[in-house]
């Protein structure tokens, strides 16, 4: 259930998130979008959020 809210609240990112993340696939060389949301997923949990 987690995996599905998580993909809910990524399809609501702003405009300013989408483009942070298309900026973030530019950067890291990441080829998705669910690649790059997944990244941001983990890097939050790696700070303990």
């Known amino acids: 259930?987690?995996?599905i809210k998580e993909i809910t609240i990524a399809a609501k990112v702003s405009q300013t998130q989408?483009?942070?993340i298309?900026?973030?696939m530019k950067d890291k060389g990441i080829k998705t979008k669910s690649k790059a949301i997944q990244y941001l997923i983990d890097q939050s949990r790696?700070?303990?959020k």
């Open 1 to 3: 259930m987690k995996v």
């Open 18 to 20: 989408h483009d942070y």
């Open 22 to 24: 298309e900026q973030l």
């Open 46 to 48: 790696l700070f303990g």
